[in-house]
């Protein structure tokens, strides 16, 4: 029954990390870059729920929403749209300077001192009773990953936006020659992942009600290590392999012995080490045939 | 040489897409040089030249996929050299590529529906005009599957049919029939004869298909090494190439022509 109820936890914490991870892929399909500064979304987000602890939960999660989604397309519009047409290292620092400045912000606005934002703690209770201990975040989780993955997926394919994203991802100056406007899709593709780190927000507070300027940093870097694991090229594969990092972690966090459980993120990335010894070009590329939900 | 330039235009000087004085020069290679083009409504163009004459480049720098390094592109009298490709494309500018550059994880529908969504057009409205340019192209069967999996020869009707969609005033179509069977030949030149009368517009041709060239042809215009050799209708630039053969006394060059 333990190993039920790990595993339980497990695909719940891997849920948060593929969204994180199809934040990433959304931005990395239309721009070919790894935006490092989602972290930080995740990090307004929190602050954002601290400084509404006080206002009704409704305003407060709103609140959450308006501040990563404006704080993502702020973030391209005055970073990285001047930079269109440079090189991808010059960009790649530019996400990192971004990230860097930004928790800098942090820093001088909240103190290095934790900050609580224990809005929606009533999720700790737990759902079940018996031998199976699920609490209400664990579902939450689990709602959320599925409803967000397939209302990406339904944006993506179901919408004239979603259609220009796809194209943009495929062939990003054929589709320009074809009228697609490069600042509308890329934006929405910020836009989105904005809200994605919202969610997000939102559930890392329940199990980690203590904002830090790094509290978004940890599941970044770990979602991005599963989503190029996975193949970031691809939203299925980047999917994917965000969830099985954050199944991993949680499993290794469960199972290993008390005096290696701190080590967790090492036994997590040596995994990585031998995944990518035998497959470089990522776990799941192979599986990623259907085409198409590349983005 | 700038002979009788057989335009259909009727006159009216500023409907042409025009480009004056065009320069383009890739690290010291002078790829377009002080080049002159026009192409009106209602009119098809061949563009014809051995390989690097600057072709490409000429299309390249016509629609916004590259920069001019001197001169002006001008879209129906406005200026649009400082434009940017996508509202080139909104203007009524349309290209295909050489290699065809359709989204290989779009389905052949979505592709040409795209050509539509790019420019405007509503979800509806894309989708009429993909059915019925999927089905002059004879692509109708092939509208779900993701185009990736279609032969080259397909895939480049998929991406004159994307930018049809986009019911261009001019289209510029960089080899559209390399890969096609001999047998579809004919149909294509069709094709581009409909959208020419159907749609008026205008329509530039690179191909090394001269057969197409000649049948589809109002005006051909020769391109050599950056600059405009020759031009005029069909039967004057064959009288030229068979001139020039005559007196090189090398008959191999009709025939390299004829071939590509």
Redesign the interface.
Known sequence: MQTIQAIIDAIAVGALYALVAVGLALVFGVMRLINFAQGELITAGAYSLYLTRNLPLVVSIVVCFVVCVALAVAIERVAFRPLRGASPATTLVATFAVAFALEAVWLIAFTPQGKTADLLSALNRTATHGSLHLRWVTITELVAGVVLLGGTVLVLNRTTIGLHMRAAASDFRAARLLGVRADRVIRAAFAMSGFLAAVVSLLLTVQQPLVTPTFGLDVTILALVGAVLGGIDRLATATAGGFLIGFISSILGDELPASLSNFAPSFTFLVVILVLLIRPAGLLAPLGQSGVDRV | MGTSGASRDGGSSGARLRATDVARAFKGVQALEGLNFELGRHEVVGLIGPNGAGKTTLINVI???DRPTAGAIELDGVDVTGW???RR??AGL??T?QQG?V?????VQ?NV???A????AG?HQARARADELLSIMQLADHAKL?A?LLAHGEQRKVAVA?ALA?RPRYVLMDEPAAGLFESDISAFAEVIRSVRDGYDAGVLIVDHNMALIMAVSDRIEVLDQGRSLASGTPEEIRRNIDVAAAYLGASGVTAERERG
Request: aromatic share 10%; hydrophobic share 35%; proline share 7%.
């Open positions: 629609t916004g996929f940017p490709a996508s494309a909104r349309a290209r590529f550059r989204f290989g994880e779009l389905t979505e529906e795209l050509g969504l790019g420019v405007g979800a993701p990736s994307r986009s």
